[in-house]
């Protein structure tokens, strides 16, 4: 195969989902795939390289080096290297903004912040504790709990006319709370934003976030409305990365591509 | 994709620590079930010198709790000690230790054919390294109705000043009275001055030991740290810890003078702060070996060097050496002191185990963290876990954590080139 067919794959293995990025060989998207992980990582990383190499016509043997990273980093079969997902979210979004950011990335059951500096080299980073409180497994219990669709989260979020603050730190006391709220005769819409206040308020416990912040990571994919309320409460902008759920493995597939570099 | 090999490498001198282990426990039990000595329970800090001076065979639950820990007996037994009162927010050493009592559980029988711990005739504490020791030793003193005296220590101590130091002399003074009643002896200064000079070698040779992983590349780790420091633990004042420690030191040397590294290729130098993780001490080993890291400092085995045992007055060298340890000490000292270590090792990064129930041993609660990476310039990472209670930690969450550390600091070192 020439080198200039090559293809250079990322998979992430994330809690929720799993994302896989192809990239062609001069570093552009050839496809994304997105499925949710369920219990078997390594069978579901193998349906989303199918699916990529449908979409970009192409057969396996075009692919010249694959980077697994996520959870399931170490279950994939057909990596060559895994890498952390702290690691590919910083190359991922340095490759997109160019520039010094703190990146914050809200996935399933983790959360993340990461200082890049001007040459995309890490500063620092944080994750959460063990408690998946502040992560999108918290929102998927709150809307359970409230009988919302997942899917009509950051609508009704939009629509919330007040804030119904949530306080505690704990997922299983912050539904207790909202026991309390709806026996008060709280509104859902407030409720659905004050969850998401939530989640950013332990965001905002693990570091500070200087500079300029850049939003990556499933649930900023699936529920924009956080990004609003971020800023509002940094009050300055924030940015969001694009295709924020794919962050991860465009970092790893990068980073494939890279390793196969000349 | 396949795992990387594991890379640790056993130290020969191990099967010779396991014998003197098992002397000192076996012994233990012998003059628990015969009488031929009377048996004390002891804090792991002191005052072990005082209490041998006296004839008594030490035992320390401490020690007994590590054990649990590392056997991951710890997580079976924890619930007992919290059925009955004892939270799931306090000391795990505590909790299994009181599970292990409650259940007749304990890691001594499979280690040393021992059915249980010795039974204690006093129960003597000292509360430089935490309050809940003493909470702990008086839950035995109401099962099993002995004596329970103790030494109240100051924390957070900037300077020990000679008024500390006298205050702590004047108490270790006022347990000589029930030493000699329970023990049946008179008091020996004499006697004492042995112990404790024999107790400062002791300190001094496990220094050294600790000293050789200053070498390019170490010879030892931290988790091979945690498992030799057995004797300075359990036998200081007793001269077979001196003569084990002899040995190993021998080995080290040869280790050194060959060229041997105790993890094959060393690429990384790390601080480990913190307790261990008990339960995982194998694990961590082998994903530090198989990222070429090797763990060549830490707090925790570095707090059993006692220099100040060799004043000429053995109440204030016990005084000044039990105070003057890091655990006791203000946050300026502590500050200061993970400087002087990151330098003298030549640390590439550190590692802050925020151990849940042992927040004494959890350094990185104040800030300590990001003041220490922000002017020394070295990364670190805080990994959530515990001494015992394996419920309060992730295996992935400390492994993601940790290979992010190494990759940070590969990417530092591609970026120079």
């Keep these: 195969m020439s080198a200039d067919r090559a293809l250079f794959c990322g998979v992430d293995v994330g809690a929720s989902a799993t994302k896989l990025v192809l990239l062609d060989a001069s570093g552009n998207v050839a496809s994304r795939v997105v499925l949710p992980t369920g219990v078997d990582f390594a069978a579901t990383a193998a349906v989303c390289l199918d699916r990529a190499l449908d979409e970009a016509q192409a057969p396996r043997a075009r692919i010249a080096n694959t980077v697994a990273t996520g959870y399931g980093r170490r279950n994939v079969a057909f990596a060559d290297a895994p890498l952390t997902e702290i690691h590919c979210h910083g190359i991922g979004c340095y490759h997109l903004f160019g520039r010094a950011i703190t990146i914050v990335d809200i996935g399933g059951q983790d959360n993340k912040v990461i200082r890049l500096d001007k040459q995309g080299l890490r500063i620092d980073f944080t994750m959460n504790r063990k408690c998946a409180a502040g992560t999108g497994a918290f929102i998927e219990e709150i809307a359970h709990r409230l009988g919302v669709p997942l899917g009509e989260m950051d609508a009704l979020a939009r629509s919330a006319s007040q804030t119904v603050r949530l306080s505690s730190f704990c997922t299983v006391f912050a539904k207790t709370e909202i026991l309390t709220q709806l026996r008060l005769g709280a509104p859902v819409d407030g409720i659905v934003r004050g969850a998401f206040l939530a989640v950013l308020d332990r965001v905002l416990e693990m570091a500070p976030l200087v500079g300029e912040v850049v939003l990556s990571g499933g649930v900023a994919a699936h529920n924009p409305v956080i990004a609003e309320i971020l800023a509002e409460k940094l009050g300055r902008e924030v940015e969001v990365a694009p295709h924020p759920q794919f962050t991860g493995a465009l970092g790893a597939a990068l980073a494939a591509w890279r390793q196969s570099a000349p | ?417």
């Design chain 2, 1 to 417: 994709m396949t795992e990387e090999k594991t890379l640790i490498k056993k130290i020969r001198a191990t099967a010779a620590m396991r014998e003197v282990m098992a002397a000192y426990f076996l012994e233990l039990d012998d003059a628990a079930r015969t009488g031929s000595a009377k048996v004390v329970w002891c804090t792991s800090v002191g005052p072990a010198e005082l209490l041998r001076a006296f004839g008594f065979l030490v035992y320390f639950p401490e020690n007994h709790g590590a054990m649990l820990g590392s056997s991951r007996m710890a997580a079976e037994l924890i619930p007992a000690a919290n059925a009955i009162g004892y939270s799931p927010d306090i000391c795990s050493y505590l909790t299994s230790d009181v599970g292990s009592y409650l259940m007749k559980n304990t890691p001594l029988t499979k280690a040393y054919g021992i059915a249980g711990v010795p039974k204690p005739d006093l129960l003597v504490y000292n509360t430089n390294q935490c309050r809940d020791v003493q909470d702990w030793f008086a839950f035995y003193q109401r099962e099993f109705d002995v004596p329970l005296v103790g030494i109240h220590t100051p924390r957070a101590v900037d300077e020990v000043t000679g008024e500390i130091v006298a205050g702590l002399v004047a108490q270790e003074k006022a347990l000589l009275p029930t030493l000699e009643q329970v023990s049946g002896r008179r008091f020996d200064i004499d006697r004492l001055r042995e112990v404790v000079a024999s107790s400062y070698r002791c300190t001094m040779l496990w220094k050294k030991v600790l000293n050789a992983a200053t070498h390019h590349p170490s010879p030892l780790t931290f988790f091979d740290g945690t498992i030799h420091m057995g004797p300075a633990v359990v036998l200081r004042g007793d001269e077979r810890a001196e003569r084990y420690y002899e040995v190993l030191i021998a080995e080290l040397e040869e280790r050194i003078a060959g060229g041997v590294s105790a993890v094959d290729g060393e690429a990384h130098r790390f601080y480990w702060e913190g307790m261990p993780v008990w339960g995982k001490l194998r694990e961590h080993a082998e994903l530090f070996a198989a990222h070429r890291a090797c763990a060549v400092a830490s707090t925790y085995c570095n707090s059993w060097i006692f220099d100040p045992l060799a004043d000429e007055d053995p109440f204030v060298g016990m005084a000044r050496a039990y105070t003057e340890l890091f655990i006791v000490r203000s946050e300026k000292y502590k500050e200061h002191y993970f400087e002087e270590m990151v330098r003298n090792y030549a640390v590439d990064g550190i590692i802050f185990h925020n151990a849940k129930t042992c927040p004494n041993n959890s350094n990185c609660r104040y800030g300590m963290h990001r003041r220490l990476s922000a002017r020394l310039g070295i990364p670190h990472v805080v990994i959530d876990g515990d001494l015992n209670d394996l419920r309060l930690y992730s295996e992935e969450q400390a492994r993601t954590q940790f290979e992010a550390l190494v990759e940070q600091l590969q990417e530092r070192r591609s970026s120079q080139i």
